[in-house]
Protein backbone atom coordinates (compact mmCIF):
# COMPACT_ATOMS: atom_id res chain seq x y z
CA UNK A 1 0.00 0.00 0.00
CA UNK A 2 3.08 2.49 0.89
CA UNK A 3 4.45 1.69 -2.04
CA UNK A 4 1.11 2.28 -4.10
CA UNK A 5 0.85 5.83 -2.60
CA UNK A 6 4.41 6.21 -3.49
CA UNK A 7 3.55 5.77 -6.85
CA UNK A 8 0.68 7.52 -7.27
CA UNK A 9 1.64 10.84 -5.59
CA UNK A 10 4.85 10.62 -7.78
CA UNK A 11 2.02 10.43 -10.73
CA UNK A 12 0.37 13.50 -9.43
CA UNK A 13 3.69 15.59 -9.44
CA UNK A 14 4.85 14.65 -12.70
CA UNK A 15 1.61 15.79 -14.25
CA UNK A 16 1.28 18.96 -12.54
CA UNK A 17 5.16 19.49 -13.60
CA UNK A 18 4.25 18.98 -17.02
CA UNK A 19 0.90 20.34 -17.86
CA UNK A 20 2.13 23.94 -17.98
CA UNK A 21 4.44 23.03 -21.17
CA UNK A 22 1.99 22.42 -23.53
CA UNK A 23 0.15 25.89 -22.32
CA UNK A 24 2.98 27.70 -23.14
CA UNK A 25 3.11 26.50 -26.74
CA UNK A 26 0.16 27.51 -26.94
CA UNK A 27 0.58 31.32 -25.75
CA UNK A 28 3.20 32.13 -28.64
CA UNK A 29 0.23 33.09 -31.29
CA UNK A 30 -2.82 33.36 -30.20
CA UNK A 31 -1.72 35.71 -27.26
CA UNK A 32 -0.35 38.42 -29.79
CA UNK A 33 -3.42 38.02 -31.67
CA UNK A 34 -5.44 40.88 -30.08
CA UNK A 35 -2.65 43.48 -30.42
CA UNK A 36 -1.52 43.19 -33.99
CA UNK A 37 -3.33 45.96 -34.88
CA UNK A 38 -1.93 48.18 -32.96
CA UNK A 39 1.69 47.02 -33.66
CA UNK A 40 0.91 47.68 -37.64
CA UNK A 41 0.18 51.20 -36.57
CA UNK A 42 2.88 52.02 -33.96
CA UNK A 43 5.97 50.23 -36.32
CA UNK A 44 4.61 51.22 -39.65
CA UNK A 45 4.00 48.15 -41.12
CA UNK A 46 2.57 46.70 -44.02
CA UNK A 47 -0.34 43.90 -43.85
CA UNK A 48 2.70 41.08 -45.04
CA UNK A 49 5.22 42.34 -42.34
CA UNK A 50 1.89 42.38 -39.62
CA UNK A 51 1.29 38.46 -40.66
CA UNK A 52 4.73 37.89 -40.52
CA UNK A 53 5.39 37.68 -36.93
CA UNK A 54 2.92 34.94 -36.56
CA UNK A 55 4.50 33.32 -39.83
CA UNK A 56 8.06 33.81 -37.97
CA UNK A 57 7.29 31.95 -35.29
CA UNK A 58 4.67 29.05 -36.87
CA UNK A 59 7.37 27.98 -39.78
CA UNK A 60 10.85 27.76 -36.78
CA UNK A 61 8.41 25.64 -34.53
CA UNK A 62 7.41 23.64 -37.77
CA UNK A 63 11.06 23.42 -39.13
CA UNK A 64 12.72 22.71 -35.69
CA UNK A 65 9.84 19.99 -34.12
CA UNK A 66 11.44 16.90 -35.53
CA UNK A 67 15.10 17.74 -34.45
CA UNK A 68 13.46 18.26 -31.50
CA UNK A 69 11.83 14.85 -31.10
CA UNK A 70 14.82 13.11 -32.28
CA UNK A 71 17.35 15.04 -29.65
CA UNK A 72 14.56 13.96 -27.11
CA UNK A 73 15.04 10.12 -28.29
CA UNK A 74 18.64 10.33 -28.32
CA UNK A 75 19.25 12.55 -25.16
CA UNK A 76 17.00 13.40 -22.40
CA UNK A 77 13.43 14.53 -22.73
CA UNK A 78 13.47 16.70 -19.52
CA UNK A 79 16.55 18.17 -21.12
CA UNK A 80 14.88 18.96 -24.53
CA UNK A 81 11.80 20.29 -22.54
CA UNK A 82 14.41 22.95 -19.87
CA UNK A 83 16.52 24.13 -23.29
CA UNK A 84 12.90 24.62 -25.08
CA UNK A 85 11.19 26.73 -22.48
CA UNK A 86 14.73 28.69 -21.98
CA UNK A 87 14.66 29.66 -25.37
CA UNK A 88 11.25 30.51 -25.73
CA UNK A 89 11.36 33.37 -22.92
CA UNK A 90 14.73 34.23 -24.08
CA UNK A 91 12.85 35.01 -27.51
CA UNK A 92 10.29 37.10 -25.53
CA UNK A 93 12.69 39.04 -23.78
CA UNK A 94 14.79 39.93 -26.61
CA UNK A 95 11.10 41.24 -28.25
CA UNK A 96 10.36 43.10 -25.73
CA UNK A 97 13.31 45.22 -24.70
CA UNK A 98 13.73 45.65 -28.77
CA UNK A 99 10.69 47.72 -28.82
CA UNK A 100 11.27 48.98 -25.72
CA UNK A 101 14.67 50.72 -26.33
CA UNK A 102 14.67 50.75 -30.43
CA UNK A 103 13.21 53.13 -32.75
CA UNK A 104 12.64 50.36 -35.27
CA UNK A 105 13.21 47.16 -33.05
CA UNK A 106 10.54 45.31 -36.51
CA UNK A 107 14.03 43.14 -37.53
CA UNK A 108 14.94 42.28 -33.66
CA UNK A 109 11.49 41.40 -33.25
CA UNK A 110 11.31 38.86 -35.59
CA UNK A 111 14.46 37.32 -34.59
CA UNK A 112 12.92 37.27 -30.95
CA UNK A 113 9.72 35.57 -32.80
CA UNK A 114 12.19 33.08 -34.72
CA UNK A 115 13.98 32.19 -31.46
CA UNK A 116 10.37 31.64 -29.27
CA UNK A 117 9.37 29.12 -32.50
CA UNK A 118 12.69 27.03 -31.82
CA UNK A 119 11.45 27.06 -28.44
CA UNK A 120 8.16 26.05 -28.92
CA UNK A 121 9.09 22.94 -31.12
CA UNK A 122 10.53 21.31 -27.64
CA UNK A 123 7.66 21.74 -25.29
CA UNK A 124 4.27 20.25 -26.42
CA UNK A 125 5.06 17.31 -28.37
CA UNK A 126 8.03 16.58 -26.25
CA UNK A 127 5.73 16.29 -23.22
CA UNK A 128 3.53 14.25 -24.76
CA UNK A 129 6.13 11.58 -25.33
CA UNK A 130 7.56 11.93 -21.83
CA UNK A 131 3.77 11.13 -20.95
CA UNK A 132 3.92 7.93 -22.90
CA UNK A 133 7.69 7.06 -20.49
CA UNK A 134 5.61 8.12 -17.18
CA UNK A 135 2.39 6.93 -17.24
CA UNK A 136 1.27 3.63 -18.40
CA UNK A 137 -2.33 2.08 -19.18
CA UNK A 138 -5.26 4.06 -18.23
CA UNK A 139 -3.40 6.68 -16.45
CA UNK A 140 -1.80 7.60 -19.49
CA UNK A 141 -4.52 8.42 -21.49
CA UNK A 142 -5.89 10.20 -18.67
CA UNK A 143 -2.33 12.30 -18.68
CA UNK A 144 -2.54 12.90 -22.32
CA UNK A 145 -6.29 13.79 -21.58
CA UNK A 146 -5.00 16.61 -19.31
CA UNK A 147 -2.21 17.96 -21.58
CA UNK A 148 -5.08 18.04 -24.18
CA UNK A 149 -7.02 20.11 -21.58
CA UNK A 150 -4.53 21.95 -20.62
CA UNK A 151 -3.50 22.71 -24.29
CA UNK A 152 -7.41 23.84 -24.83
CA UNK A 153 -7.36 26.34 -21.57
CA UNK A 154 -4.22 28.15 -23.04
CA UNK A 155 -6.12 28.96 -26.27
CA UNK A 156 -9.00 30.24 -24.14
CA UNK A 157 -6.53 32.44 -21.98
CA UNK A 158 -4.75 33.61 -24.14
CA UNK A 159 -6.50 36.11 -26.41
CA UNK A 160 -7.96 37.55 -23.06
CA UNK A 161 -4.09 37.59 -21.81
CA UNK A 162 -3.21 39.54 -24.87
CA UNK A 163 -5.73 41.53 -24.49
CA UNK A 164 -5.69 42.56 -20.69
CA UNK A 165 -1.05 42.91 -21.02
CA UNK A 166 -2.42 45.54 -24.16
CA UNK A 167 -3.88 48.12 -21.77
CA UNK A 168 -0.41 48.41 -20.30
CA UNK A 169 1.61 48.92 -23.47
CA UNK A 170 1.34 46.74 -26.55
CA UNK A 171 5.03 45.03 -26.07
CA UNK A 172 4.25 44.40 -22.64
CA UNK A 173 2.91 40.61 -24.31
CA UNK A 174 6.36 40.04 -25.17
CA UNK A 175 7.87 40.71 -21.50
CA UNK A 176 5.26 38.43 -20.50
CA UNK A 177 6.76 35.61 -22.30
CA UNK A 178 9.74 35.21 -19.80
CA UNK A 179 8.29 35.46 -16.65
CA UNK A 180 5.30 33.22 -17.98
CA UNK A 181 8.03 30.78 -18.82
CA UNK A 182 10.25 31.12 -15.73
CA UNK A 183 7.46 30.14 -13.25
CA UNK A 184 6.80 26.88 -15.71
CA UNK A 185 9.95 25.77 -16.06
CA UNK A 186 10.98 26.11 -11.99
CA UNK A 187 7.42 23.73 -11.55
CA UNK A 188 8.63 21.82 -14.08
CA UNK A 189 12.28 20.73 -12.93
CA UNK A 190 11.05 20.58 -9.13
CA UNK A 191 7.98 18.19 -9.62
CA UNK A 192 8.94 16.01 -13.05
CA UNK A 193 11.25 12.96 -12.45
CA UNK A 194 12.31 11.30 -15.79
CA UNK A 195 12.88 7.51 -15.27
CA UNK A 196 16.62 6.36 -15.83
CA UNK A 197 16.55 4.67 -19.31
CA UNK A 198 19.42 2.61 -21.10
CA UNK A 199 19.56 4.13 -24.38
CA UNK A 200 21.75 3.27 -27.02
CA UNK A 201 21.84 5.82 -29.25
CA UNK A 202 21.35 6.07 -33.04
CA UNK A 203 22.93 8.02 -35.73
CA UNK A 204 20.40 9.99 -37.88
CA UNK A 205 20.37 6.97 -40.34
CA UNK A 206 19.36 4.28 -37.78
CA UNK A 207 16.51 6.50 -36.43
CA UNK A 208 15.42 7.42 -39.80
CA UNK A 209 15.46 3.95 -41.15
CA UNK A 210 13.49 2.94 -37.76
CA UNK A 211 10.31 5.48 -38.31
CA UNK A 212 10.08 4.39 -41.59
CA UNK A 213 9.37 0.94 -40.12
CA UNK A 214 6.90 2.58 -38.33
CA UNK A 215 4.87 4.34 -40.93
CA UNK A 216 5.46 0.53 -42.81
CA UNK A 217 3.93 -1.11 -40.26
CA UNK A 218 0.93 1.79 -39.06
CA UNK A 219 0.81 4.13 -41.14
CA UNK A 220 -2.59 3.16 -43.21
CA UNK A 221 -4.39 4.06 -40.18
CA UNK A 222 -1.29 6.80 -38.83
CA UNK A 223 -1.00 8.74 -41.61
CA UNK A 224 -5.43 9.42 -41.68
CA UNK A 225 -4.80 9.97 -37.98
CA UNK A 226 -1.91 12.99 -38.53
CA UNK A 227 -4.49 14.39 -40.64
CA UNK A 228 -7.46 14.24 -38.95
CA UNK A 229 -5.66 15.91 -35.87
CA UNK A 230 -4.31 19.11 -38.17
CA UNK A 231 -7.67 19.08 -39.56
CA UNK A 232 -9.57 19.66 -36.50
CA UNK A 233 -7.33 22.66 -35.27
CA UNK A 234 -6.84 24.01 -38.77
CA UNK A 235 -10.89 24.52 -38.92
CA UNK A 236 -11.07 25.50 -35.09
CA UNK A 237 -8.26 28.50 -35.52
CA UNK A 238 -10.37 29.29 -38.74
CA UNK A 239 -13.44 29.30 -37.31
CA UNK A 240 -12.48 31.70 -34.25
CA UNK A 241 -10.70 33.37 -36.92
CA UNK A 242 -14.02 33.99 -38.61
CA UNK A 243 -15.77 34.51 -35.45
CA UNK A 244 -13.16 37.30 -34.69
CA UNK A 245 -14.01 39.49 -37.51
CA UNK A 246 -17.96 38.78 -37.31
CA UNK A 247 -17.96 39.64 -33.77
CA UNK A 248 -15.78 42.90 -34.05
CA UNK A 249 -17.09 44.15 -37.37
CA UNK A 250 -20.72 43.46 -37.65
CA UNK A 251 -21.71 43.60 -33.38
CA UNK A 252 -18.87 46.12 -32.67
CA UNK A 253 -17.72 43.62 -29.81
CA UNK A 254 -14.18 44.11 -28.92
CA UNK A 255 -11.27 43.78 -26.77
CA UNK A 256 -11.85 41.59 -23.62
CA UNK A 257 -15.56 40.98 -24.27
CA UNK A 258 -14.53 39.33 -27.27
CA UNK A 259 -12.05 37.27 -26.27
CA UNK A 260 -14.73 35.91 -23.54
CA UNK A 261 -17.08 35.28 -26.81
CA UNK A 262 -14.47 33.49 -28.55
CA UNK A 263 -13.26 31.29 -25.31
CA UNK A 264 -16.70 29.28 -24.97
CA UNK A 265 -16.48 27.41 -28.07
CA UNK A 266 -12.69 26.60 -26.61
CA UNK A 267 -13.81 25.95 -22.95
CA UNK A 268 -16.19 23.14 -24.72
CA UNK A 269 -13.48 21.69 -26.13
CA UNK A 270 -10.93 21.51 -23.18
CA UNK A 271 -13.79 20.15 -20.46
CA UNK A 272 -14.75 17.42 -23.06
CA UNK A 273 -11.60 16.62 -23.94
CA UNK A 274 -10.25 16.00 -19.85
CA UNK A 275 -12.99 14.09 -20.04
CA UNK A 276 -12.30 12.19 -23.19
CA UNK A 277 -8.96 11.73 -21.33
CA UNK A 278 -10.70 9.66 -18.07
CA UNK A 279 -12.63 7.34 -20.01
CA UNK A 280 -11.07 5.88 -22.74
CA UNK A 281 -8.28 4.23 -20.85
CA UNK A 282 -6.28 1.94 -23.23
CA UNK A 283 -9.71 0.57 -25.43
CA UNK A 284 -8.92 1.21 -29.12
CA UNK A 285 -12.19 0.15 -29.83
CA UNK A 286 -13.76 3.02 -28.04
CA UNK A 287 -11.28 5.18 -28.98
CA UNK A 288 -12.49 4.56 -32.52
CA UNK A 289 -15.47 5.26 -32.36
CA UNK A 290 -14.98 8.44 -30.78
CA UNK A 291 -13.19 9.70 -33.27
CA UNK A 292 -16.01 8.83 -35.81
CA UNK A 293 -18.42 10.29 -33.74
CA UNK A 294 -16.48 13.47 -33.40
CA UNK A 295 -15.31 13.74 -37.00
CA UNK A 296 -19.54 13.43 -37.56
CA UNK A 297 -20.34 15.75 -34.63
CA UNK A 298 -18.16 18.47 -36.68
CA UNK A 299 -19.48 17.57 -40.01
CA UNK A 300 -22.98 18.55 -38.56
CA UNK A 301 -22.10 21.48 -36.94
CA UNK A 302 -20.41 23.15 -39.81
CA UNK A 303 -23.24 22.07 -41.89
CA UNK A 304 -26.16 23.54 -39.74
CA UNK A 305 -23.91 26.92 -39.40
CA UNK A 306 -23.96 27.84 -42.70
CA UNK A 307 -27.64 28.76 -42.44
CA UNK A 308 -27.03 30.44 -39.02
CA UNK A 309 -27.55 34.64 -39.26
CA UNK A 310 -27.25 35.14 -35.38
CA UNK A 311 -24.20 34.98 -34.25
CA UNK A 312 -24.87 34.36 -30.77
CA UNK A 313 -26.64 31.50 -32.00
CA UNK A 314 -24.02 30.23 -34.21
CA UNK A 315 -21.57 30.24 -31.26
CA UNK A 316 -23.59 27.48 -29.84
CA UNK A 317 -24.15 25.52 -32.65
CA UNK A 318 -20.04 25.69 -33.21
CA UNK A 319 -19.60 24.06 -29.01
CA UNK A 320 -20.94 20.89 -31.06
CA UNK A 321 -18.21 20.84 -33.60
CA UNK A 322 -15.78 21.99 -30.19
CA UNK A 323 -17.24 19.07 -28.78
CA UNK A 324 -16.35 16.99 -31.77
CA UNK A 325 -12.95 18.28 -31.45
CA UNK A 326 -12.18 17.63 -27.86
CA UNK A 327 -13.69 13.68 -28.38
CA UNK A 328 -10.87 13.58 -31.29
CA UNK A 329 -7.94 14.64 -29.64
CA UNK A 330 -7.24 12.50 -26.36
CA UNK A 331 -8.13 9.60 -28.60
CA UNK A 332 -5.55 10.32 -31.45
CA UNK A 333 -2.40 11.21 -28.54
CA UNK A 334 -3.23 7.99 -26.85
CA UNK A 335 -3.28 6.03 -30.22
CA UNK A 336 -0.36 7.55 -31.44
CA UNK A 337 1.58 7.39 -28.30
CA UNK A 338 0.98 3.73 -27.52
CA UNK A 339 1.38 2.31 -31.52
CA UNK A 340 5.34 2.83 -30.99
CA UNK A 341 8.33 1.80 -29.07
CA UNK A 342 9.52 4.23 -26.06
CA UNK A 343 12.77 5.17 -28.09
CA UNK A 344 10.67 6.35 -31.43
CA UNK A 345 7.74 8.17 -29.24
CA UNK A 346 10.05 11.82 -29.44
CA UNK A 347 9.97 11.85 -33.58
CA UNK A 348 6.34 10.35 -34.24
CA UNK A 349 5.10 12.69 -31.10
CA UNK A 350 6.51 15.76 -32.69
CA UNK A 351 5.86 14.93 -36.51
CA UNK A 352 2.56 14.42 -35.52
CA UNK A 353 2.40 18.28 -33.55
CA UNK A 354 3.86 19.95 -36.28
CA UNK A 355 1.14 18.30 -38.76
CA UNK A 356 -0.72 19.95 -36.11
CA UNK A 357 1.08 23.17 -36.16
CA UNK A 358 0.73 23.43 -40.28
CA UNK A 359 -3.07 23.44 -39.54
CA UNK A 360 -3.19 25.56 -37.05
CA UNK A 361 -1.27 27.95 -39.40
CA UNK A 362 -2.97 27.37 -42.71
CA UNK A 363 -6.57 27.64 -40.87
CA UNK A 364 -6.94 31.58 -40.97
CA UNK A 365 -6.23 31.99 -44.46
CA UNK A 366 -8.08 28.96 -46.17
CA UNK A 367 -10.87 30.28 -44.13
CA UNK A 368 -10.01 33.69 -45.51
CA UNK A 369 -10.39 32.69 -49.06
CA UNK A 370 -13.11 30.57 -48.89
CA UNK A 371 -15.17 33.19 -47.32
CA UNK A 372 -13.87 35.30 -49.92
CA UNK A 373 -16.88 33.19 -52.02
CA UNK A 374 -19.47 33.33 -49.28
CA UNK A 375 -20.52 32.26 -45.89
CA UNK A 376 -22.18 29.19 -47.19
CA UNK A 377 -19.20 28.13 -49.13
CA UNK A 378 -16.68 27.98 -46.48
CA UNK A 379 -18.90 25.90 -43.65
CA UNK A 380 -19.88 23.17 -46.84
CA UNK A 381 -16.38 23.40 -47.54
CA UNK A 382 -14.85 21.92 -43.91
CA UNK A 383 -18.02 19.80 -43.67
CA UNK A 384 -17.33 18.07 -46.41
CA UNK A 385 -13.78 17.67 -45.59
CA UNK A 386 -14.65 16.08 -42.23
CA UNK A 387 -17.08 13.79 -43.25
CA UNK A 388 -14.24 12.62 -45.53
CA UNK A 389 -12.06 12.14 -43.01
CA UNK A 390 -14.88 10.53 -40.38
CA UNK A 391 -15.40 7.63 -43.31
CA UNK A 392 -11.71 7.14 -43.85
CA UNK A 393 -10.98 7.39 -39.77
CA UNK A 394 -13.97 4.42 -39.37
CA UNK A 395 -12.51 2.60 -42.16
CA UNK A 396 -9.02 2.45 -41.63
CA UNK A 397 -7.82 3.87 -38.15
CA UNK A 398 -7.27 0.20 -36.77
CA UNK A 399 -4.30 0.93 -34.58
CA UNK A 400 -2.55 -2.38 -32.50
CA UNK A 401 -1.09 -2.01 -29.58
CA UNK A 402 2.53 -2.04 -28.78
CA UNK A 403 3.63 -5.56 -28.30
CA UNK A 404 5.48 -6.48 -25.18
CA UNK A 405 9.02 -6.65 -25.24
CA UNK A 406 9.13 -9.95 -23.00
CA UNK A 407 7.94 -13.43 -24.20
CA UNK A 408 5.26 -15.19 -23.27
CA UNK A 409 6.59 -17.29 -20.73
CA UNK A 410 9.42 -14.40 -19.23
CA UNK A 411 6.05 -12.25 -18.65
CA UNK A 412 4.79 -15.41 -16.57
CA UNK A 413 7.57 -15.79 -14.53
CA UNK A 414 7.83 -11.97 -14.23
CA UNK A 415 4.15 -11.61 -12.84
CA UNK A 416 4.51 -14.82 -10.39
CA UNK A 417 7.79 -13.03 -9.16
CA UNK A 418 5.91 -9.89 -8.92
CA UNK A 419 3.23 -11.39 -7.05
CA UNK A 420 5.05 -13.32 -4.69
CA UNK A 421 7.06 -10.53 -3.62
CA UNK A 422 3.67 -8.49 -3.03
CA UNK A 423 2.34 -11.49 -1.12
CA UNK A 424 5.83 -11.50 1.24
CA UNK A 425 5.00 -7.81 1.74
CA UNK A 426 1.21 -7.92 2.95
CA UNK A 427 2.32 -10.71 4.95
CA UNK A 428 5.39 -8.58 6.95
CA UNK A 429 3.56 -5.56 6.72
CA UNK A 430 0.61 -7.66 9.19
CA UNK A 431 3.28 -8.81 11.32
CA UNK A 432 4.32 -5.38 11.83
CA UNK A 433 1.43 -3.94 12.79
CA UNK A 434 0.32 -6.83 15.20
CA UNK A 435 3.74 -6.51 16.82
CA UNK A 436 3.12 -2.57 17.01
CA UNK A 437 -0.47 -3.21 18.10
CA UNK A 438 0.94 -5.11 21.19
CA UNK A 439 3.43 -2.70 21.80
CA UNK A 440 1.24 0.20 22.51
CA UNK A 441 -1.46 -1.96 24.37
CA UNK A 442 -3.93 -2.12 21.57
CA UNK A 443 -3.73 -5.96 21.63
CA UNK A 444 -2.70 -8.24 23.83
CA UNK A 445 0.14 -11.58 23.15
CA UNK A 446 -1.09 -14.98 22.62
CA UNK A 447 0.10 -17.60 25.02
CA UNK A 448 1.92 -18.79 21.97
CA UNK A 449 3.96 -15.42 22.01
CA UNK A 450 4.33 -15.12 26.07
CA UNK A 451 5.51 -18.72 25.93
CA UNK A 452 8.09 -18.37 23.07
CA UNK A 453 9.27 -15.51 24.57
CA UNK A 454 9.98 -17.04 28.31
CA UNK A 455 11.71 -19.98 26.58
CA UNK A 456 13.84 -17.10 25.08
CA UNK A 457 14.54 -15.40 28.48
CA UNK A 458 15.33 -19.02 29.76
CA UNK A 459 16.79 -20.68 27.91
CA UNK A 460 18.20 -19.01 24.43
CA UNK A 461 16.05 -20.45 22.71
CA UNK A 462 12.70 -22.01 21.65
CA UNK A 463 12.42 -25.74 21.20
CA UNK A 464 9.23 -26.48 19.37
CA UNK A 465 11.11 -23.64 16.84
CA UNK A 466 13.62 -25.99 16.83
CA UNK A 467 12.02 -29.33 16.74
CA UNK A 468 10.18 -27.84 13.56
CA UNK A 469 13.29 -26.94 11.94
CA UNK A 470 14.64 -30.27 12.34
CA UNK A 471 11.59 -31.77 11.42
CA UNK A 472 11.34 -30.06 8.68
CA UNK A 473 14.94 -30.35 7.09
CA UNK A 474 14.50 -34.36 7.65
CA UNK A 475 11.54 -34.06 4.98
CA UNK A 476 13.80 -31.85 2.91
CA UNK A 477 16.27 -34.56 2.95
CA UNK A 478 13.72 -37.66 2.66
CA UNK A 479 12.70 -35.85 -0.65
CA UNK A 480 15.67 -35.55 -2.34
CA UNK A 481 16.41 -39.33 -1.44
CA UNK A 482 13.21 -40.15 -3.22
CA UNK A 483 14.12 -38.09 -6.19
CA UNK A 484 17.19 -39.93 -6.98
Known sequence: MA???????????????????????????????????TMKTELSLTTFQTSFLITAFSI??????????????????????????????????????????????????????????????????????????????????????????????????????GSLFALWTWYAVFLAFPVICAVVLVIFLMLVKEKKQDKKPKSVKEYIASIG?????????????????SICLSTLFGVLFYLSDLLEETYGIDGVLKGLFLAIPLLAMSITAFITGAIIKKRLTLMRALIVTGMLLLTISYVVASFIQNVYVLIGILVIGSVGTGMILPCLNSMIIGSVKKSERGMITSLYNGVRFIGVALGPPIFTWLLGFSTKVMFFSIATVSLIFAALAFFLITPQK??????????????SDEGNKKDEKQLLDTKS?????????????????????????????????????????KENNNEKDKAK
Do not use: C
Open 60 to 161: AAGLVIPLAGYLSDRFNRKMVITIALSLYGIGGLVAGLAALWMDNPYGIIIAGRVLQGIGAAGTSPIAMALVGDLFDGASESRALGLLETSNGLGKVLSPIL
Open 433 to 473: LEEMAVMIGIKEKSKEDARKETAQKELGFDPSELLAKIMEK
Open 402 to 415: QESSLSTEEDTSKR
Open 213 to 229: KVFKKNGKWLIPAFFIG
Open 3 to 37: AEAHVQQSNSKNLVGLTGVPLVMVLGNSMLIPILP
